[in-house]
């Protein structure tokens, strides 16, 4: 996944990594083979990308289009993603409520219009994410590249499927709906569909925090705007355990000089092993296939190690039972740790860092317990915890095997800074 401030140049440096991973056999014409593994898919999700004037195919929405033998290009645009997805869902349910009558739930999500959808919180960007997810897992290129360009704040949009996941859960409870389901057959068939759905936020959000799978790549340029910028990126990469593994400094068409700004990231980076800061060197206007060619933009692959709040841990400080004391820890940037917020809510622990606010879900064992301090020093974020006796189990004095199941609580007040 390529991804960085608009106008750093993503796009152009996403088509590049397209293509510098091709073999050099499979650069030229373009001579697809029917029923092989292609090599490489370039994603483009904005809606307006010059991406395939660049590299000279039509706009084929929906479509992988061939752009060598080995590349193909396929441009999503989120309102056919919507439309499309949408009418299937509201066909099930007109089908469903055909000659029974109104059904609690269903007339609602019934009425809601395809347009109407982008003001469900996280819908729209799930649909995008879907799309990328069916591609990366057909089986039919070996690696996937995602040009995040053109669709707002990036971490949003990866932030989208839990946020529909919450959503969807303040409509219909998931208790209840399961409840209702029993209940009455006829919400059987509703109630899979919305599991399913909330399996896929489940999902999605699951892959793309999988540093096995996943490499995001962050594009900053060598202005001001870029090197107040990349502190504020890494800092929510951390905290959304988005698979950070290079950082590429583009001189752009420019020329502008990188090597200040490509120091400045590695002592912001500290030692992190696994993270490579590039320097891109200018190839001119990039606005061709050719001269998108001469770019070599050789991005390291999926590190298998996870990232920021993706490698958390808890350890037991002091204390048994209802007197035990946790602590929750992960390695944290903060650019300004004035800035940072805490709060609970459910099983979630909300964190504002940078100005962007994320859940981080918690490790079953701290579930039944109440945030009771934290602090940030040298770049780790610790949170303390000790059990909540009201839901505690009676007579467990030991930690081992006290999450097992999960409590969703009301939420609690932000901590103090």
């Not at 001189?251 to 990188?258: A, E, H, N």
Request: with cysteine; aromatic share 4%.
């Amino acid at each position: 996944m390529v991804l960085g401030p608009g106008g750093s140049g993503v796009s152009v440096l996403a088509a590049a990594a397209a293509l510098t991973g091709v073999p050099s056999s499979q650069r030229g014409a373009v001579l697809p083979i029917a029923g092989q593994q292609r090599d490489t898919l370039l994603i483009t999700l904005d809606a307006r990308s010059p991406v395939p004037s660049w590299l000279g195919v039509y706009r084929v929405p929906g479509e992988p289009v061939p752009v060598t033998s080995g590349v193909d290009l396929l441009h999503v645009e989120h309102l056919d993603v919507i439309e499309q997805a949408w009418t299937e869902f509201t066909a099930a349910l007109a089908a469903l409520t055909a000659g029974r009558g109104a059904l609690p739930v269903v007339g609602t999500l019934a009425s809601i219009a395809s347009g109407e959808l982008t003001d469900l919180p996280g819908a729209a960007e799930f649909l995008l994410l879907r799309r990328v997810r069916d591609a990366a897992t057909s089986g039919r290129w070996r690696r996937i590249v995602v040009d995040v360009s053109g669709v707002g704040d990036p971490f949003a949009l990866l932030r989208a499927p839990t946020v529909l996941s919450a959503a969807i859960d303040r409509m219909w409870p998931r208790a209840t709906r399961l409840a209702q389901a029993g209940e009455k057959p006829v919400l059987a068939q509703l109630s899979a569909a919305v599991e399913g759905i909330d399996r896929d936020c489940q999902d999605l959000a699951d892959l793309f925090t999988d540093p096995h799978s996943v490499a995001a790549h962050l594009v900053i340029d060598p202005s001001e705007r870029g090197r107040r910028a990349v502190a504020d990126l890494v800092a929510v990469a951390d905290l959304t355990a988005l698979p950070l593994r290079s950082v590429l400094v583009s001189s752009g068409d420019r020329d502008r000089p990188t090597a200040d700004t490509a120091e400045m990231v590695r002592r912001l980076l500290g030692d992190v092993d696994d993270v490579r800061v590039q320097e891109v060197a200018s190839a001119g206007v990039l606005d061709r296939l050719a001269r998108i060619h001469k770019v070599s933009v050789p991005v390291p692959a999926p590190s298998g190690r996870p990232y920021g709040s993706g490698a958390l841990t808890v350890a037991k400080l002091a204390g048994d039972g209802v007197d035990t004391v946790f602590e929750l820890k992960w390695r944290q940037r903060m650019p300004e740790p004035e800035r940072l917020r805490l709060g609970r809510s459910g099983d979630d622990l909300l964190v504002a860092v940078a100005g962007f606010r994320h859940p981080v879900r918690l490790p079953s064992v701290l579930r039944r317990c109440r945030v009771t301090g934290a602090e940030w020093a040298d770049d780790v974020l610790r949170v303390r915890f000790t059990p909540n006796a009201a839901v505690w189990p009676a007579g467990r004095r030991h930690t081992g095997g006290a999450g097992a199941s999960s409590t969703a609580g009301s939420a609690e007040p932000d901590l103090p800074e």
